[in-house]
């Protein structure tokens, strides 16, 4: 895979050429059609994956409705919390164009990181920004919820 498709990555802003085509190598190149389910929540998954091109959007099961909660582009990726903690997918990622992800198995990159310590603390430090990142964001919108939805317990009152 050509390593320049995956630089604009935030995830891989801070590795070097030589580093960049060295992870690069492990990554296969997948095509998806506009509209497809790329992964579904509940499901096992076995790559984390990077948005080259398009857009996908990220939702989750909440009383049999889908929610949005977020949408990826260029240089996003996902599938980071099964490289760390192995289960299902927490949520369902939907194709919204036609979508070029690069993927690389789980095991692969685990064992490419830890043979590679230096690029395995920049990769995995970048990967932890963003979740921290991901996870302000869901627990302000969290508060943002609960509050409305007990001002509005109070306004219809008992």
Not at 62 to 67: G, I, V
Not at 130 to 136: F, G, K, P, Q, V
Request: proline share 3%; net charge positive; charged share 20%.
């Amino acid at each position: 895979m050509d390593p320049q498709l995956i630089r604009s990555v935030s995830l891989f802003r801070e590795l070097t050429d030589s580093e960049l085509t060295a992870l690069a190598s492990l990554m296969t190149i997948r095509q998806v059609k506009a509209g497809t389910k790329i992964l579904e929540e509940g499901v096992g998954v076995s790559a984390f994956s990077l948005v080259c091109d398009g857009v996908v959007h990220v939702r989750r099961l909440a009383q049999k409705r889908e929610m949005l909660l977020g949408r990826l582009g260029v240089g996003a990726f996902f599938g980071e919390i099964n490289l760390f903690d192995p289960g299902v997918a927490t949520a369902s990622v939907y194709a919204m164009k036609e979508v070029r992800l690069a993927e690389v198995a789980y095991e692969t990159l685990r064992e490419f990181l830890a043979a590679n310590p230096a690029i395995g603390y920049k990769v995995v430090s970048a990967i932890m920004a963003e979740t921290s990142r991901r996870l302000r964001q869901t627990s302000s919108r969290l508060v943002s919820a609960a509050y409305w939805a007990s001002n509005s317990a109070a306004i219809k009152g008992p």
